[in-house]
């Protein structure tokens, strides 16, 4: 095949010049499209992939989810009334509906001590987003099978992991300063674990390890191009 492109440039060439001779140009036009048509042939397939296009529009979500889910627990907390109404605490934050807490009797540094606690899991969880993210930017670019896109997918399911964790840890932490304005004897320390948890930190652990299976096959499949 390599042997007939060649053969067809050469072709083209020697036609530019018996036209370049007559004062034509057109063979030269020629020429230029077909040796832009095989330079750019890469790009074209990219923008007609449609696994490519759908990887730029879930990048692009994923990018709204993140600020979208940030902003949400934060407004929950200083507009409690309007969030509270239509969309409801979420991770930590939805804790206040189970403990009866009224944030609007709450003073400011109470409802900043909550922001931040309830804000650590999700910057976690944000953080196993945006790696995957770029997993879905690279798979834009037609990288499907590398190292890089498997050690993304890997920090995906790390981060995962981490959040729940951290969420478990912060729970109790959590309820105490939620209620810590209280009575004595209203006081609640919580201690939550649900089977949604070990469903995530099931699937948390999968990713990870088929990262680092992709990671071994993709290693052994450069080091066989590298003999080849």
């Known amino acids: 095949m390599k042997m007939v492109k060649l053969l067809f ?3 083209l060439l020697s036609k530019y010049d018996i036209f370049n001779a007559q004062g034509n140009t057109p063979a030269l036009w020629v020429f230029l ?3 832009n048509h095989k330079y750019n042939q890469k790009d074209c397939s990219m923008k007609t992939d449609p696994l490519a296009n759908r990887s730029r529009i879930l990048a692009t979500a994923t990018l709204a989810l993140v600020a979208g889910m940030l902003l949400a627990n934060v407004a929950y907390w200083i507009f409690p009334n309007v969030i509270g109404t239509y969309v409801g605490g979420f991770n930590l ?6 403990l009866h807490a009224d944030i609007q009797s709450m003073p400011w540094w109470q409802v900043a001590g909550a922001i931040i606690l309830s804000s650590i899991p999700l910057l976690i969880l944000a953080k196993g987003l945006l790696a995957l993210r770029s997993l879905f930017l690279a798979y834009s670019k037609g990288e499907y099978f590398s190292t890089e896109s498997a050690e993304l997918l890997g920090k995906v399911g790390k981060s995962v992991s981490i959040w729940v964790l951290a969420s478990l840890l912060l729970t109790p932490v959590m309820s105490v300063w939620v209620t810590i304005l209280r009575p004595a004897g209203e006081r609640l320390l919580s201690i939550s674990f649900e089977p949604s948890h070990l469903v995530a930190l099931f699937l948390s652990a999968s990713l990870m ?3 680092r299976s992709l990671y071994k096959a993709c290693s052994l499949a450069r080091e066989n191009q590298q003999f080849v």
């Open 9 to 11: 440039y050469n072709h």
């Open 33 to 35: 499209a077909f040796y």
């Open 93 to 98: 934050s939805a804790m206040t509906e189970t």
């Open 209 to 211: 390890i088929i990262a």
